[in-house]
């Protein structure tokens, strides 16, 4: 079975699994496998959407009802946590919509959500608004690069493709790292001033 083969069958469930557990580069690369024509652009972006809500729920659920259990304790123990907390408390619907787009920030957020007083309800309504967005955005981006790519070098074989857009991707991942760090330095070095 071909790598395109495997795609058309088991994409859709790679993406939706892939954002649940790892996020922005499943959703990319499901825009770039749109661009390919090998699933639907809507099919891609749902999945992206579903995946990515699916797995914001079920980190919300474990801070609300396994806050005991080792792995939640250990991911709450984290120096991030008080950024989260912080920023949790001064704009509770605004983080809620927006911490899915922060890197570092996405597997803890919905954790120390579930632990405040914040009602499932509004979680739910909430983060189903902000995956949708996120689902839609980055997956638009896969398809855009998928474009670009394609003009730029004429139609690669699907590996090459992908392989680019992973290194995209890392390259992205990489700068957004470098920049929250550059910027909790200065917030941390402003607050000490």
Avoid: C
């Avoid at 408390?89 to 632990?115: D, H, K, M, N, Q």
Wanted: proline share 2%; charged share 15%.
């Amino acid at each position: 079975m071909s790598i395109e083969q495997l795609i058309e069958h088991y994409g859709i469930v790679a993406i939706f699994l892939g954002t649940a557990i790892e996020g922005e580069t499943a959703a990319f690369l499901g825009g770039i496998i749109s661009h390919r024509g090998l699933i639907s652009y809507w099919s891609a972006s749902l999945m992206a959407s579903a995946g990515s809500f699916a797995g914001d729920q079920i980190w919300f659920f474990a801070g609300r009802y396994a806050a005991r259990w080792r792995v939640v304790r250990k991911l709450t123990a984290t120096p991030t946590l008080t950024q989260v907390t912080s920023l949790l408390e001064r704009y509770p619907t605004g983080f809620i919509l927006a911490f899915r787009f922060l890197v570092g920030l996405r597997t803890i957020s919905p954790i120390v959500i579930g632990t405040t007083r914040i009602s499932t309800g509004k979680f739910v309504v909430l983060n189903a608004v902000a995956a949708l967005i996120w689902g839609q955005l980055f997956t638009a981006l896969g398809y855009l690069f998928g474009q670009g790519i394609e003009r730029i070098l004429g139609r690669l074989p699907l590996q090459h493709h992908l392989v680019m857009a992973i290194g995209a991707a890392a390259i992205v991942a990489g700068a957004a790292l470098v920049f929250r760090r550059i910027f909790r330095k200065a917030t941390l070095s402003a607050g000490r001033s």
